[in-house]
């Protein structure tokens, strides 16, 4: 860790409640630093940021931030800081949740508060895997992965974030690594900004239940292995792969020489992708809408009844 960040960190923690209870090498360590990173580079005061969080791993961060903090149930933290968000609409809130816990137990409040775009900024930090209640899989264990419920392999599909964001009509989403940790804070940064709905993805490790037995190693060699599962998101760089290549050029194989596409189409490649995936114009707060509306009513029937 920098020694900047180190000063900086001390200013967001509570040091009464340390250390935490995460596994050595755990990637939520370095979430919660990029999460304070962020909100100290936008200039956030401490007051005017809350931090809403559910059950599991992910869920026991807001103990640990020196925020205005929320433990909810499982699954329910959406829930909760949409509530919050409604009544202090000047808040900057947090929501941090697992895999599970966003996508399985709380898939229907996550879907609403993109539904509403309210102005939450959600991370949802993926690990693949139930990794405070015993292993088990998650919405996002890969096809393959063994986990303690599905020890010959996982055999369900996936489920995609982005997607699932895209259609609820969130404002913005994000996906970027615990590997990546530069590009990680300024996503965040970035999303804090955002005044509808964003979403940043973070692909995690737990290397002591997940990667111990899919033998990925520690959590230094779990990390390493983010590089060849992720691709950057870069417009110019997409845009150049599209282009012919130069004549002459060393790299040119046989497809490039017969006219074939030298490059493997993007829509084919199994990697995900990192970086900011989409961000749109949005609709309004709904929690300033709903402000706007139910404010001027609510002192007309306050009217009426006097």
Request: charged letters at 15%; glycine letters at 12%.
């Amino acid at each position: 860790m920098k020694l900047q960040n180190s000063f900086i960190l001390r200013e967001y923690l509570r040091p009464q409640v340390l250390p935490s209870t995460w596994c050595p090498g755990c990637g939520l360590g370095i979430v919660m630093s990029s999460i304070a990173q962020a909100v100290h580079y936008r200039g956030l005061p401490k007051r005017d940021v809350a931090m809403v969080s559910g059950i599991g791993c992910t869920g026991r961060m807001s103990g640990y931030v020196d925020f205005n903090t929320l433990h909810t149930t499982h699954g329910r933290a959406p829930a909760f800081a949409t509530g919050l968000k409604l009544a202090r609409p000047d808040m900057t809130v947090l929501v941090v949740m697992g895999d599970g816990d966003s996508m399985s137990i709380g898939g229907n409040h996550l879907v609403h508060a993109m539904r509403r775009n309210i102005g939450l900024t959600a991370i949802v930090v993926n690990n693949a895997v139930y990794g405070l209640t015993g292993g088990q899989a998650s919405p996002t264990t890969p096809v393959g992965g063994r986990t303690t419920t599905s020890r010959p392999g996982a055999f369900e599909r996936p489920m995609n974030l982005e997607a699932l964001a895209r259609a609820a009509g969130a404002t913005f989403f994000a996906r970027a690594t615990v590997n990546h940790t530069a590009a990680l804070v300024k996503m965040i940064e970035r999303a804090l900004a955002v005044p509808g709905f964003a979403m940043v993805e973070i692909v995690s490790n737990c290397h002591v239940l997940y990667g111990r037995m899919n033998d990925l190693g520690d959590a230094a060699q779990m990390m390493k292995g983010m590089d060849p599962m992720t691709r950057r998101v870069n417009p110019v760089l997409l845009k150049r792969a599209t282009l012919p290549q130069r004549l002459g050029a060393v790299e040119a194989g046989p497809a490039a020489q017969s006219g074939g596409a030298p490059h493997t189409p993007f829509a084919d490649d199994p990697r995900l992708p990192r970086g900011v995936i989409f961000e749109r114009a949005h609709g309004g707060d709904y929690a300033q809408r709903w402000r706007e509306l139910a404010a001027p009513r609510a002192a007309a029937g306050e009217e009426t009844a006097s």
